[in-house]
């Protein structure tokens, strides 16, 4: 059967999520504070949830969860008009229903709901190829990301400690950044900089973001709807979500005091920048891109990273980024084919807060679970170390997959 989800099936979902490691396995005291502290955040009390547009779960004849697909409503507006738009995530089975392709049953069930567009922006090549299957199309512009490299001997040891090479890659930090130093009189157009760009930059205030990014987003004919309640919402998880450092929000002024955009920006332990969102308007986005290279090669940042804003591509080629498919999916399903055309001429806006990613509860989520603490809110369980299960990368059968590619 599958039904609603509801907030009494979160103390069940540990022990589903278990399920993975063995049929018998008891999920870990992390696992439950991570689950039990977090995900109620992220599927029960979130800004502005339609009750016609819950998560579901499945439920097997003993009663017990056999799998679950979270969703997520998000205020979005088409052409002026708002829209009901509902973000797709946290799908997962029992390995021993899989062969009921239940997970099939879960995504066909979300995607006939009554939203207008939903999408999902994490998602692996398993999930691409079901989500297809169904009727989804792949929102191929907002796959790509954009990498501006300042350090390549620095750079290339963090991607091999991000590939889980870490404590041997550290002895050769010295040599990298050695290497790194001798590579800058001899710079070549790659890891060039232009010049700094004579601007301002202030923090950005939650109260200063809803006051511009209309302007900023008046290009955009598919666009997200903002208030505090939201906006909070989101801001309140990217302090955590990498451990090099709080979030970085920068509003970009001339110098005449007009606002030409702005960045958001969280730095990981390796110094690699991660650009969560940027904006600004159609002559002056240049600036701000080169406002936030000099930022952050300025912080040691060894290499800059975000996702691809379709209609700024020249900018992001003038700089010499490399331009590259992101590793995970973005995929989108709606009825209107006028939506779908949004997002194929890149007319959609869509950054890391409209999706899922920054409320990832599987991000750092020791450092999450500890800010609960620290905010009041009880907490079973100690934070441990990183818990290594990632359900939204658990395959689906391949039997599954076959027969919707039949």
Known sequence: MIRPLTSEDIAHIPRLLATEQGPCVEPSPHLRAVIENLMPRLFVDTPHADPEMPGLVSVGDDGALTGMIGRITRRMEFRGRPIRAAVACELFVDPAHRSK???VKLLKKVMAGPQDLLFSDIANEASRKIWTGLGGSVASWYGLTWVKVLQPAQFGLALLRDRRFGKLMSLGHPLAALADRAWRPNRNRLTQLGPVPIIESEPLTPELFLEHFPQFS??????????????????????FMYSGGPSERRLVRSRRGEPLGWYVFQMTDTRIVRVSQIVGLQNSFGLVLDHLLHHAAQRGAVAVSGRV???FLREFADRRCLLRPRSAHTLIHARDPELLDAFATGRAFLSLFESEGPLQIWIKSGLAVTQCRNEGVATRGTPHSEIMLEPKQVPFSEQSVCLLER
């Open 309 to 311: 804003v379709p209609r």
């Open 218 to 239: 008046a290009a955009d004919e598919l666009r997200p709807i903002y208030d505090r309640e939201t906006l909070d919402w989101i801001w309140s998880r990217l302090d």
């Open 101 to 103: 392709m239940l997970g």
